[in-house]
Nanobody
Framework: QVQLVESGGGLVQAGGSLRLSCAASGRSFSSYTGGWFRQAPGKEREFVAAITWSGGTTYYLDSVKGRFTISRDNAKNTVYLQMNSLKPEDTAVYYC???????????????????WGQGTQVTVSS
C-alpha cells in the first residue's frame, strides 16, 4: 500500500515557476513508477509526466516538454515536478500517481495507475 501527499501548489503569474512535491509512504515506493496528472475545470484528467523507479527514463506531455521536469529522490520517497515558464493553460489541480507495473504503452492512461494523491491546485494568472 502506498499513500501519496502532494504539496507546492499555489498562485503564480504567467512565466513564473513552481515546484510540486509528492511525498510517499510505503517501503515499495522506490520501486514504483511515479507520475503527475492534471485536471482543469470541466476537462478530463490528463497525463503530464512520469519517471521510472530508477529515474532513468522520463515521459512528458508534448505541451510541457522543455518547461517541466520530473525527478525523484528515492531516499526521501519523493517525486518532484519542476514547472517553469508557466502559462494560464497550465492551471489545474495536479495529482501525483504511482504504480508498480505501469508500462510505456499505458503510462498516459489514468485508469492504469493504482495509487493517487489528493491533488494540489496550481493557478497561473495572465
Amino acid at each position: 500500500q502506498v499513500q501519496l501527499v502532494e504539496s507546492g501548489g499555489g498562485l503564480v503569474q504567467a512565466g513564473g515557476s513552481l515546484r510540486l512535491s509528492c511525498a510517499a509512504s510505503g517501503r515499495s515506493f522506490s520501486s514504483y513508477t511515479g507520475g503527475w496528472f492534471r485536471q482543469a475545470p470541466g476537462k478530463e484528467r490528463e497525463f503530464v509526466a512520469a519517471i521510472t523507479w530508477s529515474g532513468g527514463t522520463t515521459y512528458y506531455l508534448d505541451s510541457v516538454k522543455g518547461r517541466f521536469t520530473i525527478s525523484r529522490d528515492n531516499a526521501k520517497n519523493t517525486v518532484y515536478l519542476q514547472m517553469n515558464s508557466l502559462k494560464p493553460e497550465d492551471t489545474a489541480v495536479y495529482y501525483c500517481a504511482s504504480d508498480p507495473a505501469i508500462t510505456r504503452r499505458t503510462i498516459a492512461a489514468v485508469d492504469e495507475w493504482d495509487y493517487w494523491g489528493q491533488g494540489t491546485q496550481v493557478t497561473v494568472s495572465s
